[in-house]
T-cell receptor
Framework: EAGVAQSPRYKIIEKRQSVAFWCNPI?????LYWYQQILGQGPKLLIQ????????DSQLPKDRFSAERLKGVDSTLKIQPAKLEDSAVYLC????????????FGQGTRLTVV | AQSVSQHNHHVILSEAASLELGCNYS??????LFWYVQYPGQHLQLLLK??????LVKGIKGFEAEFIKSKFSFNLRKPSVQWSDTAEYFC????????????FGQGTELSVKP
Protein backbone atom coordinates (compact mmCIF):
# COMPACT_ATOMS: atom_id res chain seq x y z
CA GLU A 1 0.00 0.00 0.00
CA ALA A 2 1.41 3.37 -1.00
CA GLY A 3 1.84 5.81 1.85
CA VAL A 4 1.05 9.49 2.17
CA ALA A 5 3.01 11.44 -0.42
CA GLN A 6 4.19 15.00 0.14
CA SER A 7 6.18 17.44 -1.93
CA PRO A 8 8.50 19.18 -1.90
CA ARG A 9 10.68 17.63 0.83
CA TYR A 10 12.55 20.86 1.47
CA LYS A 11 11.87 24.52 0.71
CA ILE A 12 13.81 27.67 1.52
CA ILE A 13 12.12 31.03 0.94
CA GLU A 14 12.58 34.61 2.02
CA LYS A 15 10.14 36.22 4.41
CA ARG A 16 7.10 37.76 2.75
CA GLN A 17 7.29 35.26 -0.11
CA SER A 18 4.60 32.67 -0.72
CA VAL A 19 4.92 28.90 -0.69
CA ALA A 20 2.68 25.91 -1.34
CA PHE A 21 2.86 22.32 -0.18
CA TRP A 22 1.14 19.35 -1.77
CA CYS A 23 -0.21 16.15 -0.22
CA ASN A 24 -1.63 12.98 -1.72
CA PRO A 25 -3.22 10.80 0.98
CA ILE A 26 -3.55 7.05 1.03
CA UNK A 27 -6.16 5.95 -1.50
CA UNK A 28 -9.63 5.78 -0.01
CA UNK A 29 -8.82 7.75 3.14
CA UNK A 30 -11.61 10.21 3.81
CA UNK A 31 -9.85 12.26 6.48
CA LEU A 32 -6.81 14.42 5.79
CA TYR A 33 -4.82 16.46 8.30
CA TRP A 34 -2.14 19.12 8.05
CA TYR A 35 0.13 19.47 11.08
CA GLN A 36 2.90 21.97 11.81
CA GLN A 37 5.93 20.72 13.74
CA ILE A 38 8.27 23.40 15.03
CA LEU A 39 11.75 22.23 16.05
CA GLY A 40 11.71 20.73 19.54
CA GLN A 41 7.92 20.48 19.70
CA GLY A 42 5.31 17.90 18.85
CA PRO A 43 3.11 18.29 15.77
CA LYS A 44 0.20 20.72 16.07
CA LEU A 45 -2.94 20.42 13.97
CA LEU A 46 -3.51 23.22 11.48
CA ILE A 47 -6.53 21.90 9.59
CA GLN A 48 -8.58 18.73 9.21
CA UNK A 49 -10.66 17.76 6.18
CA UNK A 50 -13.35 15.14 5.93
CA UNK A 51 -13.60 14.39 2.22
CA UNK A 52 -13.50 17.94 0.76
CA UNK A 53 -15.09 19.69 3.75
CA UNK A 54 -13.25 21.40 6.60
CA UNK A 55 -13.84 19.78 10.01
CA UNK A 56 -11.45 21.82 12.15
CA ASP A 57 -9.37 24.86 11.21
CA SER A 58 -9.39 26.53 14.59
CA GLN A 59 -5.56 26.60 14.80
CA LEU A 60 -4.97 27.78 11.22
CA PRO A 61 -3.64 31.37 11.01
CA LYS A 62 -6.16 32.34 8.39
CA ASP A 63 -4.63 35.72 7.65
CA ARG A 64 -1.71 33.96 5.95
CA PHE A 65 -2.44 30.24 5.70
CA SER A 66 -4.96 28.60 3.41
CA ALA A 67 -5.70 25.01 2.47
CA GLU A 68 -7.96 23.21 0.11
CA ARG A 69 -8.83 19.65 -0.74
CA LEU A 70 -10.43 19.62 -4.13
CA LYS A 71 -12.48 16.54 -5.03
CA GLY A 72 -11.73 15.07 -1.61
CA VAL A 73 -8.36 13.62 -2.57
CA ASP A 74 -5.18 15.74 -2.92
CA SER A 75 -4.66 18.77 -0.76
CA THR A 76 -2.53 21.90 -0.88
CA LEU A 77 -1.46 24.13 1.98
CA LYS A 78 -0.36 27.67 1.16
CA ILE A 79 1.40 30.34 3.17
CA GLN A 80 1.27 33.93 1.93
CA PRO A 81 3.17 35.93 3.05
CA ALA A 82 5.60 33.77 5.03
CA LYS A 83 7.12 34.89 8.32
CA LEU A 84 10.30 33.73 10.02
CA GLU A 85 8.25 31.88 12.66
CA ASP A 86 6.67 29.72 9.94
CA SER A 87 9.93 27.76 9.70
CA ALA A 88 8.85 24.23 10.57
CA VAL A 89 8.10 20.80 9.17
CA TYR A 90 4.64 20.58 7.63
CA LEU A 91 3.19 17.11 7.97
CA CYS A 92 0.28 15.68 6.09
CA UNK A 93 -1.59 12.69 7.49
CA UNK A 94 -4.62 10.69 6.46
CA UNK A 95 -6.95 8.17 8.05
CA UNK A 96 -9.80 6.02 6.78
CA UNK A 97 -12.30 7.89 8.88
CA UNK A 98 -12.57 10.23 11.85
CA UNK A 99 -11.86 9.11 15.39
CA UNK A 100 -11.25 5.50 16.15
CA UNK A 101 -8.51 4.85 13.63
CA UNK A 102 -4.85 5.68 13.45
CA UNK A 103 -3.44 8.43 11.26
CA UNK A 104 -0.76 7.68 8.68
CA PHE A 105 1.86 10.38 8.17
CA GLY A 106 3.87 11.53 5.19
CA GLN A 107 7.57 12.43 5.26
CA GLY A 108 6.80 16.10 5.68
CA THR A 109 8.05 19.28 4.03
CA ARG A 110 10.78 21.15 5.86
CA LEU A 111 10.28 24.89 5.36
CA THR A 112 12.99 27.40 6.18
CA VAL A 113 12.07 31.08 6.02
CA VAL A 114 15.08 33.42 5.91
CA ALA B 1 -8.14 22.23 26.68
CA GLN B 2 -6.40 18.94 26.09
CA SER B 3 -2.66 18.71 26.63
CA VAL B 4 -0.02 15.99 26.66
CA SER B 5 3.16 16.07 28.70
CA GLN B 6 6.17 13.84 28.15
CA HIS B 7 8.48 13.66 31.10
CA ASN B 8 11.85 13.45 29.39
CA HIS B 9 13.20 15.50 26.51
CA HIS B 10 16.28 13.34 25.87
CA VAL B 11 17.07 9.88 27.20
CA ILE B 12 20.40 8.12 26.70
CA LEU B 13 20.67 4.38 27.35
CA SER B 14 23.08 1.57 26.67
CA GLU B 15 21.96 -1.44 24.67
CA ALA B 16 20.03 -4.03 26.72
CA ALA B 17 18.93 -1.42 29.26
CA SER B 18 15.25 -1.18 30.09
CA LEU B 19 13.22 1.78 28.86
CA GLU B 20 10.28 3.64 30.30
CA LEU B 21 9.07 6.90 28.78
CA GLY B 22 6.46 8.82 30.70
CA CYS B 23 3.35 10.38 29.21
CA ASN B 24 0.54 12.18 31.00
CA TYR B 25 -2.47 13.83 29.45
CA SER B 26 -4.99 16.36 30.57
CA UNK B 27 -8.59 15.80 29.50
CA UNK B 28 -11.72 15.05 31.44
CA UNK B 29 -13.44 12.82 28.90
CA UNK B 30 -12.69 9.53 27.20
CA UNK B 31 -9.60 9.41 25.04
CA UNK B 32 -7.77 7.24 22.57
CA LEU B 33 -4.03 7.01 23.20
CA PHE B 34 -1.10 6.55 20.85
CA TRP B 35 2.64 6.30 20.75
CA TYR B 36 4.30 7.28 17.48
CA VAL B 37 7.98 6.84 16.63
CA GLN B 38 10.11 8.78 14.17
CA TYR B 39 13.36 7.10 13.15
CA PRO B 40 16.06 9.38 11.72
CA GLY B 41 15.06 10.55 8.26
CA GLN B 42 11.76 8.71 8.29
CA HIS B 43 8.12 9.60 8.76
CA LEU B 44 6.10 9.24 11.93
CA GLN B 45 4.96 5.65 12.40
CA LEU B 46 2.48 4.18 14.83
CA LEU B 47 4.13 2.15 17.58
CA LEU B 48 0.97 1.18 19.46
CA LYS B 49 -2.50 2.43 20.33
CA UNK B 50 -5.16 2.07 23.01
CA UNK B 51 -8.84 2.51 22.29
CA UNK B 52 -10.51 0.27 24.88
CA UNK B 53 -10.18 -3.08 26.65
CA UNK B 54 -6.99 -4.42 28.22
CA UNK B 55 -5.05 -1.37 29.47
CA LEU B 56 -1.75 -3.13 28.73
CA VAL B 57 -1.18 -2.88 25.00
CA LYS B 58 1.59 -4.42 22.97
CA GLY B 59 3.02 -2.79 19.90
CA ILE B 60 5.66 -3.44 17.30
CA LYS B 61 9.31 -4.22 18.03
CA GLY B 62 8.71 -5.38 21.60
CA PHE B 63 7.23 -2.13 22.90
CA GLU B 64 4.29 -2.02 25.27
CA ALA B 65 2.36 0.67 27.09
CA GLU B 66 0.04 0.71 30.06
CA PHE B 67 -2.97 2.99 30.35
CA ILE B 68 -3.61 3.99 33.97
CA LYS B 69 -6.84 5.95 33.90
CA SER B 70 -6.60 7.18 37.48
CA LYS B 71 -3.21 8.72 36.76
CA PHE B 72 -4.04 9.98 33.25
CA SER B 73 -0.90 8.19 32.13
CA PHE B 74 0.16 6.07 29.18
CA ASN B 75 3.81 5.16 29.74
CA LEU B 76 5.84 3.37 27.10
CA ARG B 77 8.12 0.48 28.06
CA LYS B 78 10.60 -1.91 26.52
CA PRO B 79 12.55 -4.45 28.61
CA SER B 80 15.74 -4.34 26.53
CA VAL B 81 16.53 -1.60 24.01
CA GLN B 82 18.62 -1.98 20.89
CA TRP B 83 20.73 0.52 19.01
CA SER B 84 18.05 0.50 16.28
CA ASP B 85 15.54 1.95 18.76
CA THR B 86 17.33 5.30 18.52
CA ALA B 87 14.53 7.64 17.47
CA GLU B 88 12.13 10.31 18.67
CA TYR B 89 9.01 9.08 20.45
CA PHE B 90 5.75 11.01 20.61
CA CYS B 91 2.79 10.36 22.84
CA UNK B 92 -0.55 11.55 21.46
CA UNK B 93 -4.21 11.55 22.43
CA UNK B 94 -7.48 12.27 20.76
CA UNK B 95 -10.81 12.82 22.40
CA UNK B 96 -13.27 10.03 21.74
CA UNK B 97 -15.99 10.95 19.25
CA UNK B 98 -14.46 14.32 18.44
CA UNK B 99 -13.11 13.76 15.01
CA UNK B 100 -9.65 12.27 15.28
CA UNK B 101 -7.57 15.39 15.93
CA UNK B 102 -4.36 14.31 17.66
CA UNK B 103 -2.78 16.29 20.48
CA PHE B 104 0.93 15.47 20.71
CA GLY B 105 3.44 15.72 23.49
CA GLN B 106 6.71 17.51 22.82
CA GLY B 107 8.55 14.27 22.09
CA THR B 108 11.36 12.31 23.74
CA GLU B 109 14.59 11.75 21.89
CA LEU B 110 16.04 8.33 22.69
CA SER B 111 19.70 7.64 22.00
CA VAL B 112 20.90 4.06 22.46
CA LYS B 113 24.64 3.53 22.73
CA PRO B 114 25.96 0.29 21.20
Amino acid sequence: EAGVAQSPRYKIIEKRQSVAFWCNPISGHATLYWYQQILGQGPKLLIQFQNNGVVDDSQLPKDRFSAERLKGVDSTLKIQPAKLEDSAVYLCASSPDRGETEAFFGQGTRLTVV
Amino acid sequence: AQSVSQHNHHVILSEAASLELGCNYSYGGTVNLFWYVQYPGQHLQLLLKYFSGDPLVKGIKGFEAEFIKSKFSFNLRKPSVQWSDTAEYFCAVNARNQGGKLIFGQGTELSVKP
